[in-house]
């Protein structure tokens, strides 16, 4: 301490603001020299790279491409089919060539009936006006593959509406496995090689749960309409 004229200073007095100004605020001071660190580049990586999460591991993927896998099987297989003739798909059913008679007299005769001459009600109206609307555009022949292909399409939205509404429940990795399950499943695809309504009526009742959970979630009003149309198409498909 040097004392002279009345006046009373240190030597601590005698540094340059800045190094004033930075021991009284170090925070601030670690602050700007983060700043001038990532601005410099070459000296060192930034402060955070080493918070970035890391990549998701090989073995998450996994559920996911077994369930990719399953439904390009599951419908490749359908569409494959129904490039072949009818007689030599895996499984058949009466069921399908009833549906198949009733769209063609029908439109040849204007009356909803199977032999053109008496009426019938004997049928879920939804695949029943799919094959009405097809059938003036192909040949008796072609008929029976293009609607195997229709209910090939409506199975693998069934299939991944399943792993959409399951992973709210049960996660993406056991979601992803039980949906792949079912896209694939023997049992199943044997119904759908059936040629009847049940990959519309999967299809509605998933898009109908799918959706109405989207609307308890988010409360938006598209949800709630389009889980009460996907029901309306459910009953469509399938009344009982």
């Known amino acids: ?101 009733l769209a063609r007299e029908t439109a040849a005769h ?9 009426p019938t009600n004997g049928f879920h109206p939804l695949w ?5 609307g097809i059938q003036p555009l192909l040949s008796p022949v072609a008929l029976p593959g293009a ?4 209910l090939a399409l409506f199975h693998a939205g069934a299939s991944v509406v399943l792993w959409r509404t399951l992973r709210r429940f049960a996660g993406p990795g056991l979601a992803a496995l039980l949906a792949g399950l079912y896209a694939a499943n023997p049992f199943v695809l044997r119904v759908v090689f059936a040629g009847v309504e049940t990959a519309l009526a999967a299809f509605f ?21 389009l889980s009460l149309g996907a029901r309306g198409f459910a009953v469509a498909a399938r009344p009982d």
Do not use: Q
């Not at 898009?207 to 709630?224: D, K, M, S, T």
């Open 147 to 150: 609607a195997l292909s229709i």
């Open 205 to 225: 009742v998933g898009l109908c749960l799918w959706a109405h959970i989207r609307w308890l979630e988010h409360g938006r009003p598209a949800a709630r309409w």
């Open 1 to 101: 301490m040097v004392r002279g004229g009345g006046w009373g200073y240190s030597m601590r007095d005698c540094r340059s603001p800045r190094a004033s100004a930075a021991s009284r605020w170090p925070a601030a001071n670690t602050g700007v020299a983060e700043r001038e660190g990532r601005a410099a580049g070459p000296e060192g990586p930034p402060a955070h790279a080493g918070t970035l999460s890391p990549a998701p591991s090989t073995l998450a993927r996994y559920p996911l491409l077994f369930f990719i896998v399953s439904l390009a099987m599951g419908v490749g297989v359908v569409l494959w089919n129904a490039t072949r003739p009818y007689a030599d798909w895996p499984n058949t059913s009466d069921d399908m060539f009833y549906y198949l008679a």
């Open 128 to 132: 029943f006006l799919i094959l009405m």
């Open 110 to 118: 204007g009356v909803v009936s199977v032999d053109g001459l008496r």
